[in-house]
């Protein structure tokens, strides 16, 4: 009897049991949502490529993460929100472009926003995490009132 | 536990046999589930699985404090009376038999009343019987946390292992309950100064100002998640000027590492305990991204009401309980009773654990927070992604509707666009760019596919239109707060008469989990059953039938609109009795009945059609011992208020195309309470005019 509900309840394959939640860990190869299986890791793995091998030290022995230098957390930052930035950007305002310029301690947060808005284009031209940082911190009004560059 | 497993079936089997239970199969599900469950506690106090240390001279090390007594100058940073001195002050205070002392190192009761520790870990003991023995591993720890800091090195190279941190950077937690019950005695001046970067780096990153309990709302597309998840949020203290960013807190989750890919292992092993669970920390915006935006759910957040002492404590504590493995059980010790245990460890005046039951899910794990008075400071709703896309379209008026309408269908703008101001098109098109994450989230984030196109193209056209978005701001659905749900776990009482025999019979039914499209809304989700472990028996003369068991049933009506052609759909796993079989006691059909159809919702009235495909297997079935059927159901909900509700369906269905079935049900069910409600049922096939009493 056991066997033919095992059968049944594989034939059913809900691949959703297969959830593995909260294992979201942080840092170098585990930057990846095992339980969004083809779905974040996607967006988490490339970041392997680009943190700097210092961040495997921090995490090592725990599968924490911790913040480290500002770009550090800039570049994980927009790495992993990047689809809801791109929204706020273009929109002109939002939560998460809200929270990267906290990261970057900006004074004046509203012609930040315009100027980025007003600049999304060349901004996103390229959607590889390290040239959006980049384009984003020599952006003029950036360079003027946040602290993007300095540890944190 | 295999051996464990079979004892317990064989007496399970003798108790049942009383009841003249016909056939051993839907049993042996049945007392299989019980035992998974109920069981699950007992086993989960296994001993540590890997031997951490494994030479016998670093046994011999950690096992006897005799290796002080002649090498404590050497080793440690006080001398032997000194650290048996205070030791004997520990034991005569009895500290390690205080409530917090065993919370810290996660002893809980097994069903045969021992007392063990649930970390499957030995690198979380100091003492090789530390799981069991609180005493031995305060003993040790204390004397460990006088270690000499430059002799770590050499220490843990006689081990073989890993560079290890010091015992005081391991245990801030532990070394502040023992500081604490020493009332900070004279001699812990003279405790070593280790350097723990990775303990400072932790707590400057989390910088707590208090902790939230938040629940992520369910998901019933996905029964893995059906019934929500619970985590923690670290709530970053405020800076000056700069209001509350939850994107840049922490989330601290227990979860099991699940080490199969197959959903069948991954059940079995879940209901065994055959995972490891650990906590993991990350930045809050992977939840919010996975939740909120990936899976579309509502986050919901109890800031807890704990004091800066408790608080600190708790911190202490994830970071000693971060890195090491708990036994897993999907029902028992999952992440919600986890959770729970954390709190409780910091803030033994807490007892939640002891107010649950042993299966929990997590919506009780949130409704035991109020059982504590003023423990929830504030409630938080963090809207999904479908909650803000249904905001924003609520913002248009209807000839923006359409123009919205026809765009996303055919991805062309209308030219009654050009006629709106650059407002209204901005509402327009902020609308379509969360409608376009709604529609193919996993596209988007691999950045492939049309409604990454079209999204990419909408954000270029919304970053030219000269308006900045407002605020969304989407009031917080108290009627969804998942606090204020019913009971998950249901007990009915019925009777009735059965149609053939004209006899009266009595019924009782349990269910585990949690709620059908009868039950009262609130807290839950709208348009969906899930069950889990429903059992229904009736009696006749003094023995009693099993007549229905269902593992698992899942009803997801979806309903239709202008946007969304989703289907509908059912899938029911058990057994339940037929009478196809010339012994009618033994008729059990093992199997599924799935549907797919669709269901529209009209106000009050929400009605659906759909195509039914049923599978049974039957022991004692004339002729086949399998069935198959396939046939239809009709059905409608009518409610009058959350508290009546009236329900009918009727269905056809033709079993190996020999006979039909035909079959129509109604019921009136009045939720009267939270846990209270009466149900009037009348059924063609079997019983008229049943009457039940669920609480």
Not at chain 2, 458 to 464: D, K, P, S
């Amino acid at each position: 009897m056991l066997k033919k509900m095992i059968v049944f309840v594989s034939l059913i394959g809900f691949h959703a049991l297969a959830a593995n939640y909260g294992m979201a860990g942080c840092g170098l190869g585990a930057l990846v949502f095992q339980d969004q299986p083809g779905k974040i890791q996607i967006v988490a793995a490339t970041l392997n490529n680009i943190v700097s091998p210092q961040t495997s030290a921090i995490t090592t022995g725990t599968s924490n993460c911790y913040e480290g230098s500002r770009d550090e957390v800039s570049l994980r930052f927009i790495e992993n929100n990047k689809t809801a930035l791109k929204d706020d950007v273009a929109r002109g305002q939002g939560e998460t472009l809200d929270g990267l310029m906290t990261i970057w301690a900006c004074k004046e947060k509203n012609s930040v926003q315009m100027n980025l808005k007003q600049n999304y284009n060349n901004i996103f031209e390229s959607n590889e995490t390290l040239s959006i940082l980049q384009n984003l911190k020599s952006n003029s009004e950036v360079q003027k009132t946040c602290q993007s560059d300095s540890q944190s | 536990m295999v051996l464990l497993l079979i004892l317990a079936n064989k007496f399970a089997n003798i108790r049942f046999a009383e009841f003249k239970l016909g056939t051993k199969s839907p049993i042996f599900i049945l007392v299989l589930f019980l035992q998974l469950c109920f069981f699950s506690r007992t086993f989960a106090e296994t001993e540590p699985k890997e031997s951490f240390f494994e030479e016998s001279e670093a046994n011999g090390f950690l096992k006897s404090s005799l290796y002080y007594k002649n090498k404590n100058s050497f080793y440690t940073t006080i001398s032997n009376r000194e650290i048996l001195n205070i030791w004997g002050k520990l034991k005569a205070n009895k500290s390690f038999q205080k409530r917090q002392w065993e919370k810290l190192l996660h002893f809980e009761r097994d069903l045969i009343l021992r007392k063990r520790s649930q970390v499957t870990d030995t690198r979380f003991f100091m003492s090789s019987v530390g799981y069991k023995s609180p005493e031995d591993e305060m003993k040790e720890t204390l004397f460990s946390f006088f270690w000499k800091t430059d002799k770590l090195n050499h220490l843990y190279d006689d081990f073989k292992v890993e560079k290890l941190q010091h015992p005081i950077c391991k245990f801030p937690a532990r070394l502040k309950f023992i500081k604490t019950e020493l009332n900070q005695n004279e001699i812990f001046k003279k405790l070593p100064i280790p350097d723990c970067y990775y303990q400072d780096l932790f707590l400057r990153s989390l910088n707590p100002q208090s902790i939230s309990f938040v629940f992520s709302s369910y998901y019933a597309n996905s029964p893995g998640s059906a019934f929500g998840h619970t985590f923690f949020r670290v709530n970053k203290k405020e800076k000056e000027g700069r209001k509350k960013q939850e994107l840049l807190d922490y989330g601290i989750s227990f979860a099991a590492n699940a080490h199969t890919d197959n959903p069948l292992m991954y059940a079995i092993l879940g209901l065994a305990g055959g995972f490891n669970g650990t906590y993991t920390n990350v930045p809050y915006y992977y939840k919010v991204r996975e939740y909120n935006d990936f899976e579309s759910r509502d986050l919901w957040s109890y800031e807890l009401n704990l004091t800066e002492d408790e608080l600190e404590t708790l911190v202490f504590h994830f970071w000693e309980i971060g890195p090491h493995f708990f036994t897993y059980y999907f029902f028992s010790q999952n992440c919600s009773y986890q959770m729970l245990t954390a709190l409780e460890a910091a803030a033994p005046r807490l007892s939640f654990s002891e107010r649950l039951p042993v299966f929990i899910i997590p919506a009780d794990s949130v409704k035991v927070l109020f059982t504590e008075k003023d423990f929830v400071k504030n409630v938080e709703f963090r809207p999904s992604l479908l909650k803000q896309f249904d905001s924003r379209f609520s913002l248009l008026d209807q000839s923006e509707k359409k123009i919205f309408i026809s765009y996303v269908n055919d991805q062309k703008l209308p030219l009654e666009y050009n006629h709106l101001t650059d407002e209204r098109k901005s509402m327009v098109i902020d609308t379509v760019l969360n409608y376009a994450d709604l529609k193919d989230p996993f596209g988007i984030a691999k950045r492939e596919g049309p409604w990454f196109a079209f999204k990419e193209t909408n954000l270029l056209t919304r970053a030219r239109l000269d308006f900045i978005s407002e605020e969304l701001k989407i009031p917080t659905p108290e009627h969804e707060r998942p606090d204020s749900s019913h009971p998950s776990s249901r007990v009915a009482l019925g009777s009735g008469e059965e149609k053939s025999s004209q006899s009266k019979k009595l019924f009782f039914e349990f269910r585990f989990a949690l709620h059908d499209l009868l039950d009262s809304k609130r807290g839950l989700p709208k348009f969906s059953q899930l069950e889990f472990g429903n059992f229904k028996f009736s009696t006749v003369g003094n023995s009693i039938f099993l007549d229905h068991f269902s593992f698992f049933k899942v009803l997801q009506l979806n309903p239709l609109s202008e946007l969304e052609k989703k289907l509908s759909w059912s899938m029911e796993v058990g057994t339940q009795r037929f009478d196809f079989c010339d012994s009618r006691i033994d008729c059990f059909g093992h199997g599924f009945k799935s549907m797919f159809g669709y269901a529209v919702d009209l106000n009050s009235f929400t009605m659906w059609l759909m195509p039914t495909l049923e599978y049974r297997y039957g022991e004692y079935f004339e002729k086949e011992r399998n069935h198959f059927a396939y046939g239809g159901q009709g059905g409608l909900i009518y409610s009058l208020s959350d508290k009546h509700r009236f329900y009918l369906f009727y269905e056809k269905q033709c079993f190996n195309a020999s006979h039909q079935v035909e079959g129509n049900h109604w019921e009136y069910r009045f939720n009267y309470q939270k846990n209270i409600s009466i149900s009037m049922i009348s059924s063609s096939q079997n019983y008229q005019g049943l009457f039940y009493l669920y609480f």
